[in-house]
């Protein structure tokens, strides 16, 4: 069970017979985390106000330049439960508080603007120093594993916009441009420069009233709209991230404990309705920099976010995660146990459907299922997960 640090507030024992009762062996407590407003039905709160940071003291001689803000420490010892893991969950390049104090080390666009302050650009040597010192701090609170979200480029988002960008257009005003991105870009023989330029074109051309590109963001659809130049620099992205997982990994390793990666792409594609397009979250990975294939190599868990109303598209997500990691690889699926991937059923047929997909992603390879998150989904929707994993 995934479960916020903000949510302990209605009483560490009483989160934890709850998850326990529901049948859950462990438990994914937020220990670094963005900030954000969450409707909480049955926290202390019913509005939670989250801020960028972590849980614990900073252990000393750990971090650079770049420290994260502290945030009230995290009842560790009282979360200790015999028989009950306890996983690290943390947000790695999303912190806004970061990226405003150190502005240099976000992402940059085609026109030489910075994007969201919360978004850290993995290609910064500050923001990898960070992440694996992160990795480290975390793995020293003596978490069974050290669950990583947002350890890759995140796609393009804004607070208004009145030109109806498509997917394609959006993807290319994404794409970083700052030094550091083209420069490992150059080193892996792209005309970095040419891409930019394209791109440029492109998305100004948009924003100038040109049409939007029309069709989701295949390498081959963007071959055609931006070039081969483009699509070269939007791979030369896996390099960085692979890279950055490896150093985090080896790091996590070392401090005894061990690293579940979590691709954001099917948490992007199913979060607002639970009604993913077509592509698989595997298949479209590399628009995020992730490689997959390569990461299979390195790292030895990750979670699915499998955000989807359908049990059979929760099964296809899994199962293209399995072909690309490999067998040996351990997958957590991610599943919601209501809103919106269960619309509203009776609680039978709705504990019923989150059944269909708990086997469903068994069946597909997963290792195990994951419940995300007990702070946001009211308490009789909890209540399911017993019975849908009976």
């Known amino acids: 069970m ?13 989160v934890l017979d709850r998850i326990t009762g529901y049948g859950a062996a462990g438990v994914t407590i937020a220990a670094a985390y963005h900030q954000t407003r969450d409707v909480t039905p049955h926290g202390a709160t019913r509005l939670t106000v989250r801020h960028d940071g972590v849980r614990f003291p900073l252990p000393d001689g750990l971090f650079g330049r770049l420290l994260p803000p502290l945030q009230p420490p995290l009842p560790l010892a009282e979360l200790t439960r015999p028989g009950l893991a306890r996983h690290g969950w943390t947000v790695f390049l999303r912190n806004a508080a970061i990226g405003a104090l150190h502005p240099e080390v976000t992402v940059r666009n085609c026109f030489g603007d910075r994007g969201s302050p919360a978004d850290l650009c993995p290609a910064h040597p500050d923001v990898r120093e960070y992440a694996v010192a992160l990795a ?24 208004r916009c009145a030109v109806p960008l498509g997917p394609m257009d959006a993807f290319l005003f994404g794409l970083c441009f700052c030094h550091h991105c083209l420069r490992r870009a150059a080193d892996l023989g792209v005309n970095a420069e040419v891409a930019r330029e394209e791109c440029g074109r492109i998305v100004g051309g948009v924003l100038d009233g040109d049409p939007p590109a029309q069709g989701e963001v295949t390498r081959a659809a963007l071959t055609a709209y931006a070039g081969p130049e483009v699509v070269a620099y939007a791979r030369a992205r896996s390099e960085t991230v692979t890279t950055l997982v490896a150093e985090v990994s080896a790091a996590v390793t070392e401090e005894g404990s061990t690293l579940t990666f979590t691709d954001g792409t099917g948490g992007a594609k199913g979060y607002a309705d639970g009604l993913p397009p077509a592509g698989l979250a595997a298949h479209d990975a590399w628009q995020l920099g992730v490689d997959l294939v390569a990461l299979g190599d390195i790292v030895p868990s990750f979670a699915v976010l499998a955000f989807a109303r359908d049990a059979a598209r929760v099964a296809d997500d899994i199962a293209a995660y399995q072909r690309s990691v490999g067998k040996d690889r351990e997958l957590r ?7 919106p991937d269960i619309a509203a059923l009776g609680e039978t047929d709705a504990t019923d459907r989150l059944a269909a997909k708990v086997r469903a992603a ?18 009789n929707t909890l209540a399911r997960i017993k019975n849908s994993l009976g």
């Open 333 to 339: 699926a991610v599943l919601r146990p209501g809103a």
């Open 362 to 379: 068994k069946a597909a390879g997963a290792t195990a299922v994951d419940f995300y998150a007990y702070g946001l989904a009211p308490l």
């Open 136 to 159: 480290r701090a975390v793995a020293r609170q003596g978490f069974d594993s050290v669950v990583a979200e947002d350890l890759h480029f995140r796609p393009f988002s804004q607070e």
């Open 2 to 14: 995934y479960v916020f640090a903000e949510d302990l507030a209605e009483g560490v024992d009483q």
